[in-house]
């Protein structure tokens, strides 16, 4: 005899919508919920059996405590739950870092050593007793990013008379800045920071925000740092159009 297919309507009634439970509510029985707003508002994204939870490392959390989830894969519905349900879902904090302060004109410029295109490596100590302008961009070859990069490099030489020297950061690794500058002709050094570090150190890896999601990603900024190695000017959440220009007539006053 076939099995018949476990419909949506058979495993609410086998399973009497069971959901999750934490070992701070009670470790041998979990509580069932029926009502209305335990249901998810998009039944198109119910899973065709119910997800078991693996087990993850949590200090005080266990996840081998869990049952199953009755057709939750939607965030607002696991979130109508109580908060150890959304924790045993999805841990979104786990290994998030904590944001840097924003740096303001007249603090000195955090150091820095990184790789950069062409096989280089850059210092900011190897840089003292000239202006630098440090542009920070999320990613090679998107339209804003390649923008701003043109406007810096058909300036660079006017850059260059006012004692300045132009570089980009980005988290992208070397070999795409390699072909970034080699696609679009770049005459300036960009840096890769794919651990974060230089970018936290600036603030300007921050929690971002699109269609209702979060997600961490570089905030466009610039940094103008003077020849004795403080920050004169700062550039926060850049628009691309007339920024170099800006940034230029900002480094030849200082």
């Known amino acids: 005899m076939t099995a018949m ?6 495993l609410r009634r086998r399973q009497g919508r069971r959901v999750c439970r934490s070992t701070t509510e009670s470790p041998t029985l ?8 335990m249901r998810p508002s998009r039944p198109d994204l119910f899973l065709s059996r119910p997800l078991k939870v693996r087990p993850a490392l949590h200090g005080s959390f266990r996840h081998d405590s869990c049952t199953t989830i009755e057709k939750f894969a939607h965030w607002r519905a ?14 979104k904090t786990k290994g ?14 955090p150091p820095f050593d990184l790789p950069s295109d062409g096989n280089g490596r850059i210092k900011l100590s190897g840089l003292k007793g000239q202006k630098v302008v440090l542009y920070f961009y999320p990613k090679d070859d998107t339209s804003g990013c390649t923008q701003e ?23 992208d690794p070397v070999k795409a800045h390699d072909k970034f500058k080699a696609k679009h002709g770049l005459e300036f050094d960009l840096l890769s920071d794919e651990s974060k570090t ?15 999601r979060k997600y961490m990603g ?9 020849a004795d190695g403080k920050i004169a000017q700062v550039w926060n959440k850049v628009k691309v159009p007339g920024h170099a220009k800006e940034v230029l007539e900002a480094t030849k006053s200082l």
């Open 78 to 91: 696991i979130r109508a739950c109580d908060l150890s349900v959304a924790q045993c879902w999805c841990n």
């Open 149 to 171: 990069a043109i406007d810096f490099n058909g300036l660079r030489k006017q850059f260059e008379k006012a004692g300045a020297v132009v570089i980009g950061v980005s988290p």
């Open 218 to 226: 570089v905030e466009r900024t610039t940094f103008l740092i003077g």
């Open 5 to 10: 297919p476990m419909t949506i309507a058979r």
């Open 198 to 212: 230089m970018l936290e150190a600036y603030g300007v890896w921050v929690e971002k925000s699109m269609y209702g």
């Open 30 to 37: 979990a509580g069932r919920e029926n009502h209305a707003s």
């Open 96 to 109: 998030r870092r904590k944001l840097s302060a924003k740096l303001e004109p007249g603090v000195k410029a």
